[in-house]
């Protein structure tokens, strides 16, 4: 039973290396396990309370197909850039969704809201850009302070925010 189907969306992310083992690695800790697999899984000597460890979302994903996992996640529609984000939930809306897409029958639960606006991504990637563009060229071209300020935010920003279709 799904109360909101994350399929098919795209979602504004906050995780850094720490968070999540793809961005900390480059591959999906779920990438190349079957359904089948993930049941098989003997986690119980494994360490799935860190969320940038390989076993954190094959953890949620074995108790998602178990039918343990049920805590709903917080996810708002930002309908102006027509993005989703979160209060809670990431991980597990992630993991949902990959498990949908391997033809999982599970539960997922989601507590959605509107928000007439855009995104946080949207948003901060529209603030540096624009800060940019209101430097002069000479700014640019000597890669002043404040360019070097500016890059260096957006850089930050650029490593903790990415968007991602599920």
Known sequence: MLT????????????????CYRKNSGICSLDGFTLKQIRDLDLSSSSTSR???????LGMAKMFLEGTFKAPAAVRH??????????????????ATRLLRLGAD??????????????????LNEKYTNQLNSLSKLQLVLK????????????QFKSREFLLSL
């Open 144 to 155: 002043t302070t404040k360019y070097r300020e500016i890059v260096s935010a957006y850089e």
């Open 4 to 19: 909101f189907d994350p399929r098919g969306k795209t979602y504004c992310f906050h995780l850094g290396d720490r968070d």
């Open 78 to 95: 930002n309908t102006v850039c027509e993005h989703y984000d979160f209060s809670d939930g990431q991980h597990r809306t992630c993991v």
């Open 51 to 57: 969320a940038y460890s390989r076993e954190y979302c």
């Open 106 to 123: 599970i539960d997922y639960f989601a507590e959605v809201t509107q928000h007439d606006a855009i995104c946080r991504y949207c948003s």
